[in-house]
């Protein structure tokens, strides 16, 4: 089955810099568009960038272009996102999602926390 798991959430300070990665297994890794999405508190869930298999085409949000990149390594079927200059308005759980046959998947979720 389908499964998608994130890592490397933690706390960060203001203009510091995180990676997630998001290990996926159940499906044909390298011939799938992968996303990811963050949630803050109180606001509806957002996507922050995806990519297109063969890492061909990449797309951020208005609000962490220039300052987060998507990759993705599919040998070790895992797509990354490096996050640099945090703020704190990145604040938020961050999943990462793949549409498989109509059926959109999501991993559990990691948390950034970006606080002096």
């Known amino acids: 089955q389908v499964q998608l798991v994130e890592s490397g959430g933690g706390l960060v300070q203001p203009g510091g810099s995180l990676r997630l990665s998001c290990a996926a297994s159940g499906f044909t890794f390298s011939m799938s568009s992968m996303s990811w999405y963050r949630r803050a508190p109180g606001k509806e869930r957002e996507l922050v960038a995806n990519?297109?298999?063969?890492?061909?085409?990449?797309n951020y949000a208005d609000s962490v272009q220039g300052r987060f990149t998507i990759s993705r390594v599919d040998a070790k079927n895992t797509v990354y996102l490096q996050m640099n200059s945090l703020k704190p308005e990145d604040t938020a759980v961050y999943s990462c999602n793949v549409l498989r046959r109509g059926v959109v998947y999501w991993g559990q979720g990691t948390q950034v926390t970006v606080s002096s």
């Open positions: 990519i297109t298999p063969f890492g061909g085409s990449t």
